[in-house]
């Protein structure tokens, strides 16, 4: 881990701090979550920079060591995506293979939707594509319609109050119950009971130690969760902008309308991950929907017996698969 550098780097109006390790002719962009840091990589960036891979791992804005712009609005797929080219630019690089996870893995998605030529290939994580872009109920309307007011994604919506909630428990303890949740059912959070009620898992996690708890607990009280929880609160505002962006390049006539990802695609995800068990999920990944979305999805990996965190959950296994995909390139 001492091998990993740390440093600051300025991009699209912030300063992102960034982890990095190798010195390899081809660079890997990994793409954390919720509720994760660049440490989320961890593994990975020791390991692919090991077989001659470039690894660089920031902390999106609004987490750990990257600044946090204030309002909710300033935290949409467009805002990151446009941190993370400002970061390749900043370093120099054209093009990369990137690797996203949870909130990551939407991010990744959407930046080879909005910018494929600085992507030579993707491994995606947990979060399948989908942006429907004609439907007349927004992402929160029809998930408070499907899962109702208390599903977590809800419960995040209003400024404040799940910060509040958050507060009043120690930090490390919030982070366990998510981390450790492992029940692929829908998590909601009662407001009756409040995230007190949110279960805790009956150990620690085999795969997390009570040092990486403590390291992320200690950045999540530098930084709060004000920025992380502004992803979910910006939810709605993606697809009018995407709208617009792509009028916009239409009029210019350098790309069609065609909301598809275009890049060469792997995607892995846990047998158990709360995000496979979604209402209309495997439906979508298994019936042609996903591939038609992503027309160059070349492989979907189910890993058995596994939940959501699995870039840390199987490692190795996780490793193996993302050098095997860009081995091909």
Same mark, same amino acid.
């Given at each position: 881990?001492?091998?990993?550098? !740390?440093?600051?780097?300025?991009?699209?109006?912030?300063?992102?701090?960034?982890?990095?390790?190798?010195?390899?002719?081809?660079?890997?962009?990994?793409?954390?979550?919720?509720?994760?840091?660049?440490?989320?990589?961890?593994?990975?960036?020791?390991?692919?920079?090991? #077989?001659?891979?470039?690894? +660089?791992?920031? *902390? #999106?804005?609004?987490?750990?060591?990257? =600044? $946090?712009?204030?309002?909710?609005?300033?935290?949409?797929?467009?805002?990151?995506?446009?941190?993370?080219?400002?970061?390749? =630019?900043?370093?120099? +690089?054209?093009?990369? @293979?990137?690797?996203?996870? =949870?909130?990551?893995?939407?991010?990744?998605? !959407? /930046?080879?939707?909005?910018?494929?030529?600085?992507?030579?290939?993707?491994?995606?994580?947990?979060?399948?594509?989908? #942006?429907?872009?004609?439907?007349?109920?927004?992402?929160?309307?029809?998930?408070?319609?499907?899962?109702?007011?208390? @599903?977590?994604?809800?419960?995040?919506?209003?400024?404040?109050?799940?910060?509040?909630?958050?507060?009043?428990?120690d930090t490390g303890k919030v982070l366990m119950k998510f981390l450790g949740y492992r029940d692929p059912k829908p998590p909601c959070i009662p407001k009756e009971?409040?995230?007190?009620?949110?279960? *805790?898992?009956?150990?620690?996690?085999?795969?997390? $130690?009570?040092?990486?708890?403590?390291?992320?607990?200690?950045? @999540?009280?530098? $930084?709060?969760?004000?920025?992380?929880?502004?992803?979910?609160?910006?939810?709605?505002?993606?697809?009018?902008?995407?709208?617009?962006?792509?009028?916009?390049?239409?009029?210019?006539?350098?790309? $069609? +309308?065609?909301?598809?990802?275009?890049?060469?695609?792997?995607?892995?995800?846990?047998?158990? =991950?709360?995000?496979?068990? @979604?209402?209309?999920?495997?439906?979508?990944?298994?019936?042609?929907?996903?591939?038609?979305?992503?027309?160059?999805?070349? *492989?979907?990996?189910?890993?058995?017996?596994?939940?959501? /965190?699995?870039?840390?959950?199987?490692?190795?296994?996780?490793?193996?698969? +993302?050098?095997?995909?860009?081995?091909?390139?």
């Open positions: 881990m001492e091998k990993i550098e !740390h440093t600051t780097i300025s991009t699209n109006g912030i300063k992102m701090h960034v982890a990095s390790i190798g010195t390899g002719p081809r660079t890997i962009l990994f793409v954390h979550g919720f509720p994760e840091l660049w440490y989320t990589w961890r593994h990975q960036l020791l390991s692919l920079s090991s #077989l001659g891979y470039r690894c +660089i791992a920031p *902390d #999106l804005r609004g987490y750990g060591d990257t =600044d $946090s712009p204030g309002p909710a609005a300033q935290y949409t797929s467009f805002h990151v995506v446009g941190d993370l080219v400002g970061l390749l =630019d900043g370093l120099g +690089i054209q093009q990369v @293979f990137l690797v996203g996870h =949870d909130w990551g893995a939407i991010i990744s998605w !959407h /930046f080879c939707l909005l910018r494929p030529d600085r992507v030579r290939a993707l491994v995606n994580t947990s979060v399948p594509f989908s #942006l429907k872009t004609s439907s007349r109920v927004s992402p929160m309307t029809g998930a408070r319609f499907v899962l109702g007011d208390d @599903f977590y994604m809800c419960r995040f919506q209003e400024a404040g109050e799940m910060e509040a909630e958050f507060a009043g428990m009971t409040g995230f007190v009620g949110f279960p *805790d898992p009956p150990t620690l996690p085999s795969w997390l $130690s009570q040092e990486d708890v403590d390291y992320y607990a200690a950045k @999540f009280d530098k $930084s709060g969760f004000t920025g992380p929880l502004n992803y979910y609160r910006s939810i709605d505002l993606f697809v009018p902008l995407t709208l617009f962006y792509f009028l916009f390049i239409l009029f210019f006539r350098r790309v $069609s +309308i065609g909301a598809k990802v275009m890049v060469p695609t792997k995607f892995i995800v846990g047998e158990l =991950d709360l995000t496979l068990k @979604f209402p209309g999920a495997e439906a979508y990944i298994n019936n042609g929907g996903f591939k038609k979305d992503v027309p160059l999805l070349e *492989d979907i990996v189910v890993l058995k017996g596994v939940g959501h /965190f699995l870039n840390e959950e199987k490692p190795e296994e996780v490793t193996k698969q +993302i050098h095997d995909f860009f081995n091909q390139f």
